[in-house]
């Protein structure tokens, strides 16, 4: 019985507590500066509706959520919703003192809670000091002092001052490492975000000290030595000691951990797919065993994985990567299966402020209402990186509207797209001067405009070219480009004046196998000199072209950037529709990479071009072919091979051989340079309109170094040349250099 009252008790309190009562009216007392509408508007207030307790905890939070009210109460006596509130006083003004660049200025009112002409919230101003102090420490100010003060106008308003002293910044003074047995010093410093503070890096920002940088050079450091072979390698510990000077010595502590080779590698395939289609994976696989592994290497057997998927039409498919570690050996085993059977309900585009949506778009192979495929998606990102118009690109999934959509965003972060190059020569006859000027994203439309210039003492040469690869041409990319060019060439015998137009697309036929076609018009007016033979002359007038050109190429280095090991295989040819002078044009070119030990690379490279007139016709001058300085070291551009009259004309044929290899640790580690070692041959021959000129079949040779250095303003590199063999005739050229920057 006793049980039986206690229950109802509890009942009936319960039942009473949550009962409702109507709301006929409302009043609010406190308010100056909100009115009574816009706070029922907030309040989510309606009259005539039943309101129990919980309603009113609601009203209270709706009212606390707008952060206009310090204080509020809310009750209902007969039937009347009585609203009783505090208002926080607003921020009259907010002035800050102490920093003179309003782009300073700008981040710092981002990044506070506290607004002008917004409420005045006193606890929000220790988290304003704290996000104001990371915000000066990510641009190296680590010991900035940060003050806020208030000043009452009235009972309504309040001035708050922001009280700011930068401080200096904290300089990077050394970067140290403890525990690398097996990878430099040298080679740490390299892939490490953060830079040692030198005299010759006054404009680089790396050599600034803040604590993400931490952070960053950790992973950084963690990911090379992934890419090495040492699987279990960590930093332990990342110490920065910031002395009395104001610089920083900072210290990585690392453990290599094992260093591991593949021992076998294996397909996993789920039964809802026929496991023959991946039987030829097996080749592939026996390349890495034996090796040192690297996620670079699993990465690239998930690509041949992909290429079956895609080539069967298998879709709902995914795969994962399973590791097991056991005796300095790893077991690789592609896991192939059954996925999410969804589809795509909208793709979100984030983080474009400058760059056109239709832009990242036109990369995705993966639509809303597709299927949604991991593998599609993971593509379409690689294809909106290698745009190279975006720092970052990361993207998210989440669930859609019911459970079989998917919802993807894909947010981007802009980086500059300009650029500017220049360079320069110093020869025997004379110097040289290029400077280039180059936008990959103009006005944010995905297109690239470039305009090109070169002088030496006898030549003149200038071009301007537009380039819009946004326009889908049956699933691919059409490229077309326009440009104007000038060429004043006494020392050849003539100067001319080209205009072109070209159209074209290029496709992925095969794994790393690419082809591309396209057609091109120009128009060109050349004139010959005075002093140019009489066989020059008779080729002076204007040349109308048509043409149709195709290629196909090979890629299978590593990486696109500094690769250690794959070649690289082109091959071009032009023929002509419609020609006033018709030829045909062939063009190839190969690379090596091999990586010799484990800080050396030998690169190998090779090109020959030939052009030959159909039927009677000669090659005309300006489509000879020449060697440029990049091509054959230690000579100017153009000014080796047959001669007539004292011009170089150029041949029918161009080859060269270029070998090359880095030479580590012959600069210290500070200086941020490497140095290479170079052996070029090259010969320019063949002359079809005048066979007694002298076709100097002499085979052209030079060796030298080269450095490449990462300066302030960007990176330089210079040629220091010697030739070995030439023709009497040849003008060389013992140095270059070519600087390049971003904007």
Known sequence: MYKILVITFFLFYALSSVKAEVVKSFTVEGNKRISSETIKIYGDIEINKNYNKNDLNKILNNLYSTEFFENVKVSIINNELQIKV????????????????????????????????????????????????????????????????????????????????????????????????????????????????????????????????????????????????????????????????????????????????????????????????FFSLNKDYEKYIGEYYSPFKIKKLLDNIDEIIDKNNLQFVEHN????????????????????KKLVERINILGNYVTNEDVIRGELIIDEGDPYSKLNLDKSISKIKARNIFKSVKFDVSEGTNDDLKKIDIAVEERATGE???????????????????????????????????????????????????????????????????????????????????????????????????????????????????????????????STNYGISFDSRDRVFNPTSGSVFTFGQSIPIYADKSYISN????????????????????????????????????????????????????????????????????????????????LPDSTNADVGFFLDFGNVWGVDYDSSLDDSNKLRSSTGFIANWMSPIGPMNFVLAQDLSKADTDQTQRFTFNLGTTF
Do not use: C, M
């Open 420 to 546: 500017i190059s220049a360079g320069a020569g110093i020869g025997t006859t004379g110097g040289s001067f290029a400077v280039g000027i180059k936008e990959n994203n103009w006005l944010g439309s995905g297109k690239a405009i470039s305009f090109d210039l070169e002088v030496d003492s006898e030549s003149f040469t200038g071009s301007l070219n537009y380039i819009d690869p946004n326009y889908d041409f049956l699933g691919n990319s059409l490229n077309y480009s326009i440009s104007s060019q000038t060429n004043d060439k006494p020392d050849q015998g003539y100067e001319n004046s080209i205009t072109s137009a070209g159209i074209g697309t290029s496709f992925e036929q095969y794994k790393d196998i690419f082809l591309r076609i396209g057609l091109n018009a120009s128009h060109d007016d050349l004139r010959t000199t005075s002093s140019a033979s009489t066989s020059l002359q008779k080729q002076k007038g204007t040349y109308n072209d048509i």
């Open 86 to 277: 505090t208002e926080y006083p607003f921020v009259n003004q907010l002035i800050i003192i102490g920093e003179k660049s309003n782009k300073w200025k700008k981040q710092i009112e981002s990044v506070i809670k506290t607004k002008e002409k917004n409420s005045f919230i006193k606890s929000n101003l220790a988290k304003d000091i704290e996000n104001l102090k990371y915000l000066y420490s990510t641009a190296g100010f680590n010991s900035a002092e940060i003050e806020i003060k208030t000043k009452e106008i009235s009972s309504e308003a309040i001035d708050v001052l922001i009280e700011i002293d930068r401080g200096k910044k904290t300089k990077i003074s050394s970067i140290n490492f403890i525990g690398n047995k097996k990878i430099s010093n040298r080679k740490l410093r390299d892939i490490t975000a953060s830079e040692e503070h030198k005299f010759w890096r006054v404009l680089t920002k790396n050599t600034n000290f803040s604590n993400s940088i931490l952070d960053l050079d950790t992973r950084l450091i963690t990911n090379f030595y992934k890419s090495s072979g040492f699987y279990d390698a960590k930093v332990t510990s990342k110490l920065a000691k910031i002395e009395d000077t104001g610089y920083v010595n900072l210290t990585y502590i690392i453990d290599e951990g094992q260093r591991y080779r593949i021992k076998k590698i294996s397909t996993n395939v789920d039964k809802v797919f026929d496991k023959n289609l």
């Open 587 to 666: 063009t190839l070119t190969t690379s090596r990479y091999k990586a010799l030990n484990e800080d050396v690379i030998g690169v190998g490279k090779f090109f020959i071009s030939a052009i030959n007139g159909l039927g009677d016709d000669d090659v005309r001058l300006s489509k000879r072919q020449n060697l440029s300085s990049k091509r054959l070291r230690g000579f100017k551009r153009s000014k080796i091979g047959p001669v007539d009259n004292k011009d170089y004309i150029g041949g029918n044929y161009a080859a060269a051989l270029n070998l090359e290899t880095n030479l580590p640790n012959i």
């Open 321 to 340: 990567v399973q590791e097991e570690i056991s005796d300095g050996n790893i077991n690789v085993i592609f896991n192939i299966f059954e996925g999410e």
